[in-house]
């Protein structure tokens, strides 16, 4: 009898766990959309720089990749530039499934700044787009 009960409570347990999928808290998804599978944007400041990383990734070639947007920001909220992406400028690609670069600002050494970041993804199919707001970084010398 014992066994049987301790049989059916793992059998339960078993079922139950077949049925939860993990979530996880980051800006990369495991399939953040059907254009879009991972992207991150992370920022640092150092040798009188903001450096902005990202990474966009899709499960498909797509037409184009990568970041269509920029907008740096003070910590106080001011905006100080905006930059829209261009195959040229480097933030997007074009014909792939993968686009990782850095992009570098020259702000003042002791000043902090954070980015908000808009990563797109596009085919003849359409289009989706995602929004990351960095931390917010003191640029140093």
Excluded: Q, W
């Excluded at 450096?51 to 797509?62: D, L, P």
């Amino acid at each position: 009898m014992i066994k049987r009960k301790i049989s059916m409570a793992l059998a339960i347990v078993l079922l139950l766990g077949c049925m939860v999928m993990p979530v996880s808290a980051t800006t990369a998804s495991s399939r953040a959309s059907l254009y879009l599978s991972t992207y991150r944007a992370l920022v640092s400041g150092a040798s009188g720089k903001l450096e902005i990383g990202y990474t966009v990734g899709s499960g498909s070639i797509m037409t184009s990749i990568g970041v269509s947007e920029i907008k740096i920001y003070k910590s106080n909220g001011s905006l100080m530039t905006t930059v829209t992406g261009t195959t040229r400028n480097g933030l997007l690609a074009s014909n792939t499934d993968f686009h990782s670069d850095v992009y570098t600002y020259y702000g003042t050494v002791g000043t902090s700044y954070y980015a908000v970041v808009t990563v797109i993804a596009t085919c003849s199919g359409g289009s989706d787009m995602r929004t990351i707001t960095t931390k917010t970084v003191a640029i140093t010398r």
